[in-house]
């Protein structure tokens, strides 16, 4: 019998290798992924056309993306304080938040009161949050020893799922009710996915019942809060770049007299966003590789580097087109390393409630940087608008240079990791 780590249920697990048929359990949940979380920016790329068919403030238009970050939050938030995710078999929470992800989002196609809109957005949001942690916690009972490879293609999925909305709205021509009506059918298609056609792998997480103090004790882990405060710096850039890539670009061309700047600003944004999926490729191939605090400290400061450099690039569009690339290339790849120090390093009882939470605090700070971009950009440029997401980054690679340091020093004193 060979040894067992813990959380391992199994009697007779090899500690050499993965399971065979994990690549087909990566490739349906994947799937899953990238069909479920097409929702998220639906409304975000046809603002344009909502904007003036509802007649829509500048202010109600950021906040039909910024719903949808605030209704992740309180759901993953709800989770959290529920134990709902680490009760709830992660692939029937799945189909739970996809299900109701599509239902509420179709409903904007009634043309709704802004307000009310904006409202079925956050509940859009918060649907999602049963839909990606629970999506990361499945894939990681596949995979142990290529677990960062694994969720980082989960995040690709992510990515490229956000992404597809502006490839509709850039190819034009289709009615924003089409797009609306689409994603919510691919996202209803994503759950049935996960909970018909995907399996655990044969690696599970305890079981576990509620409770609050242990549940605390295992997100206030010290590898826990390092790596969360890594991914608090990542986040702080990240969805401000994916938010607002499009209209610097439109902004770009549109200074170079470039016809339809809007159009071809949506197709370079679902170039510069879709890159991000080979990213994540990336980064959890090096992740596995170098160890995750050297991945993501390299991958940040790349990306750190692009927001300082992309708003000077605004009189040059082939310039700033390929730095956008650049950047959503690195600004992305080291998002799932930080899940993945999670289900390595906290109580494997509560890992589905760690990882909800750090995405809730992560999601909570991209509602600051969404807003303050554009509220820079008006008062300054695109210098300073973009410049300041640096400092995310910045932070980030301080905190995960911290954990590489506390676990080398734990690898000396008695082998753990």
């Not at 700070?365 to 969404?370: D, K, S, V």
């Not at 506390?406 to 004193?413: F, L, Q, T």
Request: glycine share 12%; hydrophobic share 55%; net charge neutral.
């Amino acid at each position: 019998m060979t040894a067992r780590r813990p959380g391992d249920t199994r009697q007779d697990v090899p500690t050499d290798r993965d399971p065979p048929g994990r690549w087909l359990g990566l490739v349906t949940l994947a799937a899953a992924m990238l069909l479920a979380m097409t929702t998220w920016f639906s409304a975000t790329a046809v603002v344009p056309q909502l904007e003036s068919e509802w007649s829509l403030s500048p202010a109600q238009s950021s906040w039909m993306t910024i719903a949808v970050q605030l209704g992740f939050v309180a759901g993953a938030v709800s989770s959290v304080v529920l134990g709902l995710a680490d009760r709830i078999p992660p692939r029937r929470f799945m189909l739970y938040g996809g299900l109701g992800a599509a239902g509420l989002n179709v409903l904007l196609v009634l043309e709704p009161s802004p307000v009310v809109a904006i409202l079925l957005r956050a509940a859009t949001g918060a649907c999602l949050a049963g839909v990606y942690p629970p999506a990361m916690k499945a894939m990681s009972t596949w995979f142990r020893f290529r677990r960062g490879t694994a969720l980082g293609i989960m995040v690709g999925a992510l990515t490229l799922g956000s992404a597809t909305p502006h490839l509709v709205n850039g190819l034009g021509g289709l009615d924003w009710q089409l797009v609306i009506v689409t994603t919510s059918v691919l996202t209803l298609a994503g759950g049935l996915i996960a909970e018909v056609a995907g399996s655990d792998g044969p690696f599970p997480f305890p079981a576990s019942h509620f409770d609050p103090r242990q549940a605390w004790s295992a997100v206030t882990n010290r590898g826990v809060l390092l790596s969360s405060a890594g991914y608090f710096g990542h986040m702080w850039e990240l969805y401000a770049m994916w938010a607002w890539f499009a209209v610097f670009y439109a902004d770009v061309l549109e200074r170079a007299g470039v016809a339809d700047p809007a159009g071809k600003a949506a197709l370079a944004a679902f170039a510069v966003i879709g890159v991000g999926a080979l990213g994540c490729l990336a980064g959890g191939l090096l992740g596995d590789k170098w160890g995750r605090s050297q991945a993501t400290s390299v991958s940040m400061l790349i990306s750190g580097v692009c927001a300082l450099a992309i708003g000077f690039t605004i009189s040059a569009p082939v310039v700033a087109l390929a730095v956008g690339l650049l950047w959503g290339f690195w600004v992305i790849a080291d998002s799932a390393q930080f899940s993945t120090v999670i289900t390595e390093v906290a109580d494997q009882a509560y890992v589905g409630t760690a990882v909800t939470l750090q995405l809730a605090l992560g999601f909570t700070l991209t509602m600051a940087t969404i807003w303050l971009v554009p509220v820079l950009v008006e008062a300054f440029s695109w210098k300073v608008g973009f410049g300041i997401l640096a400092i995310g980054p910045a932070l980030g690679i301080a905190a995960m240079l911290k954990l590489l340091i506390r676990r080398r020093a734990a690898e000396k004193a008695d082998g753990s990791v």
